[in-house]
T-cell receptor, first 116, second 115 residues
């Protein structure tokens, strides 16, 4: 099975712009989560989508948003970019079992966003 | 709320020596615990996870971890380090309530393996 894919892998934007990142989950996985990784804050949960609905959201401002399509692919959007948004954005997909929080999350390689 | 503390942001071991990476958790409900590894310019790869089936969990690449409720710990070990083990390791917790798949990560431990 192909793993989680994320596009693009690298992105350079300037302050004030907006950006859209894409994630394709492992085939058959219906849950997609997003995480931000920075040297200062580490790995932080952004949100989870399942069946095209946001199930859970981390402590990020409203500039961070996402969506999920009927084929489980997901996008996240960041508007009005700030320097502090420079980070590695990781997407993870998970099979939906009765385990819920016990389900393993499989991570993609990430998108490296640099805001100038 | 859950939290994870990883003691030691950098650990160095000689090739062939024991690897011990420490993780302590805080959770008001029984937790699910995970260890992930991250190689440079890559995403996270699952090493192992604890879901209450057995306290000693064996993972990939010779790693294992033991869940100790009394110590609120889930330390990662490997009997003999290999050069290819050099990477950053993250411990994570997921609450055993609801259906949310939200991981709370520790700050990570960078493992260096010396020849």
């Amino acid at each position: 099975k192909a793993g989680v894919t994320q596009t693009p892998r690298y992105l350079i934007k300037t302050r004030g712009q907006q950006v859209t990142l894409s994630c394709s989950p492992i085939s058959g996985h219906r849950s997609v989560s997003w995480y931000q990784q920075t040297p200062g804050q580490g790995l932080q949960f952004l949100f989870e989508y399942f069946s095209e609905t946001q199930r859970n959201k981390g402590n990020f401002p409203g500039r961070f948003s996402g969506r999920q399509f009927s084929n489980s692919r997901s996008e996240m959007n960041v508007s009005t970019l700030e320097l502090g948004d420079s980070a590695l954005y990781l997407c993870a997909s998970s099979p939906v079992t009765s385990g819920g929080p016990a389900d393993t999350q499989y991570f993609g390689p990430g998108t490296r966003l640099t805001v100038l | 709320a859950q939290s994870v503390t990883q003691l030691g942001s950098h650990v160095s071991v000689s090739e062939g020596a024991l690897v011990l990476l420490r993780c302590n958790y805080s959770s008001s409900v029984p937790p699910y615990l995970f260890w992930y590894v991250q190689y440079p310019n890559q995403g996270l790869q699952l090493l192992l996870k604890y879901t209450s089936a057995a306290t000693l969990v064996k993972g990939i690449n010779g790693f294992e971890a033991e869940f100790k409720k009394s110590e609120t710990s889930f330390h990662l070990t490997k009997p003999s380090a290999h050069m290819s083990d050099a990477a950053e390791y993250f411990c994570a917790v997921s609450a055993q309530t609801g259906s949310a798949r939200q991981l709370t990560f520790g700050s990570g431990t960078q493992l260096t393996v010396l020849p």
